[in-house]
């Protein structure tokens, strides 16, 4: 083989998810694997970075303008048709992490309705897939430090398919919390 052979573990941390969607996305055939001689899975890393950087085949393509248009400050100064007019998911959470805004952009994607998750947990009730030091653990040590600004890209796999994002974590000078959500 031309490509090095990797374990569940290794694939995960690549992916920025927990071993446990590795091996479901083994099993339903989203990510091939071998399994050795102890029933152990591999994955070739060029699968897992094929999925990394392209996405699953039959998950659509968003083409977006630049967030650049759009600063942080202004979205607490949006309405919230307003933010449903901006053409990426905007998630608005209070200290906490609670759901306190939801655009349209984020139901379509998540295919979860703003009723069904403003006021809830993001990490714990809404995107459980979150909850680890990845996401809300950021999340928490920039509360705690005074600077949240996080971008990293990440794999959603709560209630759907794989989704390969990049997210932008981000408090904004009026202490609103922001997670900006682009399909990739």
């Known amino acids: ?3 090095t ?3 569940t573990r290794a694939a995960a941390g690549l992916l920025g998810v927990g071993t446990t969607s590795i091996k479901r996305w083994a099993d339903d055939g989203t990510l091939p694997c071998v399994r050795t001689a102890g029933g152990h899975r591999r994955f070739l890393r060029s699968d897992v970075l094929g999925l990394l950087h392209q ?3 039959d998950e659509p393509r968003a083409s977006l303008p630049p967030t650049a248009t759009i600063t942080v400050d202004q979205l607490g100064q949006m309405s919230r048709e307003q933010l449903d007019g901006v053409p990426f998911g905007v998630i608005g959470l209070d200290d906490q992490g609670v759901v306190v805004a939801y655009n ?3 139901e379509r994607f998540a ?3 703003r009723a069904d998750v403003l006021g809830r947990s993001f990490f714990t009730d809404v995107a459980p897939c979150t909850n680890n030091r990845l996401l809300r653990g950021r999340f928490e040590q ?3 430090s005074g600077v949240l600004d996080v971008k990293l890209d990440y794999t959603f796999t709560y ?3 794989a ?3 990049q997210l932008h974590l981000v408090r904004d000078n009026a202490g609103n919390n922001w997670l900006l959500v682009h399909p990739r």
Request: net charge positive; charged share 30%.
């Open 159 to 161: 209630r759907m398919d």
């Open 111 to 113: 295919g979860l309705r």
């Open 55 to 57: 996405g699953r085949a």
């Open 104 to 106: 349209r952009s984020e």
């Open 1 to 3: 083989m031309t490509s």
């Open 163 to 165: 989704r390969l994002v």
């Open 142 to 144: 920039g509360l705690a």
């Open 5 to 7: 052979l990797i374990t």
